[in-house]
């Protein structure tokens, strides 16, 4: 299959490419992938492969091994079909519609003004240029393309067991050059619900917003560690000093916008009585101060300031003020423990991802993260505590546990090996503190010896998304290695 973009001109291996390409004019968004799946089914159709397609929509095609490799271990390779399709407003190309404008930085290929896809279209397109190069030595191989993996991990939920014949499975959806992938992180939701009295404000009162804004933010189970600010904690905590010296009552309190993203901002609306309102603005100042020169160094940008607001409702209560400032003080944020395994990666983590006001009740909505699943309850009895002295309750989603790392793993053995021989160094082996397929796919199908890897992909998610090119052709090479590996001799 040859490329018909220039920017991808003369780009190893051309097949792969290709395929790539192809996809860059196929809309695939997480839940509508339709046009993608046809595409597959029409490609594996043309080869004579059998495809299946489960009651979740994810598909699963079967390639027979190369002569003399039938009787090796069959092996899944396996990817996502969807993408996150975010633009620039400003854009006229748009991915949810199949139009991705490629463009080529230096040593990047990245995309004009949305995100590129290669999260997680290197898969795609590698699996299905493997599978066509008859120069390639393989065993049987599976490859399992799944559906809305960037919504929760859907299309891995619905997976039927069935689908899946392989006992090594290869994920190839991780974005850090040089590093194999042997564990990731599971994730429990959970609520804390305050229903506070509210009532009238005192006459003449002032109503004044608090808001903070300017942090870095990021996603919060892998960028948990970087130190930056909660803009929910941050609101809180300059609250809470103002509140030891001026007295206020609280309208609404809300912030954050993602429960996977750590929240940049965030903005509480106060009822302050007439005489103290300077006295409450020069106490959030100097509060500010302060917690600006505690994230001096992670978010410079950092602002919290006062502006006058209308108040949409009463205030509630100073007794019930003084309690919801008291939760958002006790929600814990932030890592809580190192892995045993791994130099630098975080085994467990809570991170509170949304604070909103509905009526009379506050919610606070956290995310928590273990690759370690006898660690999370420890956390959840945490923020059940934190409800409960708050007056409220808890509300619990276990979304899936995490994936342990096997280091004793076969696969991760000859993927070691294929990788000092092609590129004469060892890899990194690790794992991220984040979600991943495997782990769903790995609790259904059980035995499974699993692991990942993928080119260099940077600034997923967004309109930036860029892939490292030479690190697309070690990528192939590596997964060229490994299924030739695993169906060597001795296997
Ligand atoms: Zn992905």
Redesign the pocket.
Known sequence: MATETSVLTGLEPPAFWGHFEALTRIARPSRHEEPVIEHVRQWAGEHGFELRQDEGRNLVIHVPATAGRENTPTVTLQG?LDMVCERDPASPNDPAEGRIVLVRDGDWLTADGTTLGA??GVAIAAMMALVEDASLRHGPLELLMTVA??VGLEGANALDPALVGGSILVNL?SEEDGKLTVGCAGSTDTWIHVDAPREPAVDGAVTLAVTVSGGKGGHSGSGIALGHSNADKVLGRALRETSEQVPFRLVSFAGGKSRNAIPRDAEAVCSVAAGDEEAFRNAIAASAETIRDAFATTDPGLSIVVSAADAPEAPWTAEATARLLDAVALVPTGPLAMSQDFDDLVETSTSLGEALTEGDRLTLHSLSRSSNDSALPEVIATLDAAARLAGGELEVKVNYGGWRPNLDSPALAAAQEAYERLFGEPPIVTAVHAGLETTVIGSKVHGLDMLSFGPQIEF?HSPDERVGIPTVERFWQLLVALVDELSGPGR
Do not use: L, R, S
């Open positions: 996502h999260d997680d993996e960037e959806d997923p």
